[in-house]
T-cell receptor, first 117, second 116 residues
C-alpha cells in the first residue's frame, strides 16, 4: 500500500514570496489533514478536510494561508505572502472514515521543510 | 480544551534496559490516546492507540502503553530498549466528547536516546 505522498521535500524562499505544497493521501482515505510542525514542538493542525469539504480550519491563518482539496483526493496548501515565522515542516496526513471516527489513526507523509529567509 | 503534556524533553536509556516515556492528558470526556514516533527527515509513524477496553495496549516494534484514568496518564513502555528505538516520540489525544470536530492534539515530543 502506497503511503501519503508530499512534494516538494524542501523549499527555501524569501519572505513575502508565495509557496505551495502538494499532498496525495492514501487511496480511499476520506479525511485529509495539514499540520504545521515548528522545530521543538509537536504538530499543530491547520486544516482538516472530509472528502472535498472543510471540517476544521479554526487554526489556519486565513489572511495568508489557503488550502483546497478539489475532487476529494489530493490537496494543496498555499502561503502568500510568507513570513519568517512560517519556517516549519508542513505535514500532510490522511485517515479512513468520517469525522465521527476520532479513534482512527492518521498516516503521515514525509513532510515539506520550509525555510523563509 | 484538550491538552497533552510530555514532561521530559529527553530520555536516555542503556540498550537492553526497560524504557518509559511519560504522557499525561486533559480532556472533557473520555480520551482517545495515541503514540507516534518520528525518525529524522521522516513523517510520524503510528505506534499504538487506546480507545476503550483493556488498559494495557500493545503496539508496533514491541512497544506498549498503559492507560491510567485516575492519573490521566498514558505512558509508553518497552521491556528492552534497542539502539534503533532512538527517535522522537509524540503522545496525542482526541476528545471523545462533543458532537463537533475535535482535533488531534500533540505533546511537544520526547527525544529517546538508547545508548549501546
Amino acid at each position: 500500500e502506497a503511503g501519503v505522498a508530499q512534494s516538494p521535500r524542501y523549499k527555501i524562499i524569501e519572505k513575502r514570496q508565495s509557496v505551495a505544497f502538494w499532498c496525495n493521501p492514501i487511496s480511499g482515505h476520506a479525511t485529509l489533514y495539514w499540520y504545521q510542525q515548528i522545530l521543538g514542538q509537536g504538530p499543530k493542525l491547520l486544516i482538516q478536510f472530509q472528502n472535498n469539504g472543510v471540517v476544521d480550519d479554526s487554526q489556519l491563518p486565513k489572511d495568508r494561508f489557503s488550502a483546497e482539496r478539489l475532487k476529494g483526493v489530493d490537496s494543496t496548501l498555499k502561503i502568500q505572502p510568507a513570513k519568517l515565522e512560517d519556517s516549519a515542516v508542513y505535514l500532510c496526513a490522511s485517515s479512513l472514515g468520517n469525522q465521527g471516527s476520532r479513534y482512527n489513526e492518521q498516516f503521515f507523509g514525509p513532510g515539506t521543510r520550509l525555510t523563509v529567509l | 480544551a484538550q491538552s497533552v503534556a510530555q514532561p521530559e524533553d529527553q530520555v536516555n536509556v542503556a540498550e537492553g534496559n526497560p524504557l518509559t516515556v511519560k504522557c499525561t492528558y486533559s480532556v472533557s470526556g473520555n480520551p482517545y490516546l495515541f503514540w507516534y514516533v518520528q525518525y529524522p527527515n521522516r513523517g510520524l509513524q503510528f505506534l499504538l492507540k487506546y480507545i476503550t477496553g483493556d488498559n494495557l495496549v500493545k503496539g508496533s516494534y514491541g512497544f506498549e502503553a498503559e492507560f491510567n484514568k485516575s492519573q490521566t496518564s498514558f505512558h509508553l513502555k518497552k521491556p528492552s530498549a534497542l539502539v534503533s528505538d532512538s527517535a522522537l516520540y509524540f503522545c496525542a489525544v482526541r476528545d471523545s466528547f462533543n458532537s463537533g470536530n475535535t482535533p488531534l492534539v500533540f505533546g511537544k515530543g520526547t527525544r529517546l536516546s538508547v545508548i549501546a
